[in-house]
Each structure stands twice: as structure tokens, then as C-alpha cells.
């Protein structure tokens, strides 16, 4: 049974970090790309950063770089945003996303995170 569960989000005050993580399972999870999308009210999901199989190419959308990073590690199982210097238009729902040769993906169920002061 292929599982993706995300943990870390919560709420934080503008300025100050958080760390997500996403541990999978069901899959072989070195032969798969794996990204982070957000999903804030009213408006369609976007990507938010991207990984490699192998860990060495990232990509990052323009309103996120410089400010988050994101890794995996290949013997956990998991990829991880690190979030600094959050704001409050970060306000989303994020989920991790599993991705092979573009027709196989996975989803998991999201985890909430809230920038407000």
C-alpha cells in the first residue's frame, strides 16, 4: 500500500521557520522525483519545489526561492521543506508528491500550514 504522510506544518508568526516532512512507503521511493505542492482558499494548487530521484537537481517556484529548501533522503524514505523567512501569502495546504516518467504519481493527504502574527 503506497503511503505519503506529511507532518511539520502548523501555525507561525511571519518571519520564523518551519520544517516539513513527507516519510513514504509502498513504492521504491529512489526511482521516483519527488516535489512539494501547496494549495491555498480559492485557488488551484501549485508546485512549490522539486527534487530528483538521485537528490542532486532542484527547482523551486519564483515566490519560494531563497527561502525554502528542499532534500530527501533515500535510506528514510523521505523529503523534507525547510521554510524560512514564511509569510503569510505561505498560508496553504501542503502535499507531498511522488512522480515517475510522468504516468505514475502520488498524493498524500496534506498538512496545514498558517503564517499569521
Known amino acids: 500500500q503506497v503511503r505519503l504522510v506529511e507532518s511539520g506544518g502548523g501555525l507561525v508568526q511571519p518571519g520564523r521557520s518551519l520544517s516539513l516532512s513527507c516519510a513514504t512507503s509502498?513504492?521504491?521511493?529512489?526511482?521516483?522525483?519527488m516535489s512539494w505542492y501547496r494549495q491555498a482558499p480559492g485557488k488551484q494548487r501549485e508546485l512549490v519545489a522539486g527534487?530528483?530521484?538521485?537528490?542532486?537537481?532542484?527547482n523551486y517556484a519564483d515566490s519560494v526561492k531563497g527561502r525554502f529548501t528542499i532534500s530527501r533522503d533515500n535510506a528514510k524514505n523521505t523529503v523534507y521543506l525547510q521554510m524560512n523567512g514564511l509569510k503569510p501569502e505561505d498560508t496553504a495546504v501542503y502535499y507531498c508528491?511522488?512522480?515517475?516518467?510522468?504516468?505514475?504519481?502520488?498524493w498524500g493527504q496534506g498538512t496545514q500550514v498558517t503564517v499569521s502574527s
Open positions: 508528491h511522488a512522480a515517475r516518467a510522468t504516468v505514475i504519481n502520488y
Open positions: 509502498g513504492f521504491t521511493f529512489s526511482l521516483y522525483a
Open positions: 527534487i530528483d530521484k538521485f537528490g542532486g537537481s532542484t
